[in-house]
């Protein structure tokens, strides 16, 4: 895996290709070696998915919805900022990248200059039988993760 700031310029280039209004578009093996490097992984799944479906070790979890329901969480960036500093590169992660995108536009827009939203999500889009997990996303990776 290339350095963080290749990768960091990887994602730069896919934001302005994308028009994206925040920091850059990671795949997931980019944003673990970011995590290695330092920079923090925020799960904005709710809390059933973490616990059901799977989360990342070493990430942070704000919900962006709560459960069940899935009202926006009008605390979100008090809870953002009250576990990573603005300083910090954040990388925002979802089930397959729509709600990690809501939240790296939230957290840029709040003052987050390194705001990430990593594409593909934990489990990846929908196959054609309608199947996660199966092409792209966290786990197809092989990266790392926990149950339960």
Not at 7 to 33: F, S, V
Not at 34 to 45: I, N, Q, S, T
Not at 128 to 133: A, D, M, Q, T, Y
């Amino acid at each position: 895996m290339a350095d963080p700031e290749s990768i960091k310029k990887i994602a730069r280039q896919r934001a302005t290709e994308l028009r994206l209004p925040y920091a850059g578009a990671l795949l997931p093996k980019e944003a673990q070696a970011l995590m290695e490097a330092g920079a923090k992984l925020v799960d904005v799944r709710t809390k059933a998915e973490l616990e059901w479906v799977g989360r990342v070790p070493g990430s942070a979890a704000v919900e962006w919805n709560s459960w069940p329901g899935g009202k926006p969480n009008p605390e979100f960036l008090q809870q953002l900022e009250s576990q990573v500093s603005k300083q910090t590169p954040v990388m925002f992660l979802c089930r397959s990248g729509g709600r990690s995108h809501n939240a790296a536009v939230a957290a840029a827009q709040a003052g987050y200059p390194e705001a990430y939203n990593v594409l593909e999500g934990f489990e990846g889009d929908k196959d054609s039988e309608g199947h996660r997990n199966v092409s792209g996303g966290w786990r197809v990776a092989g990266l790392a993760w926990v149950q339960g």
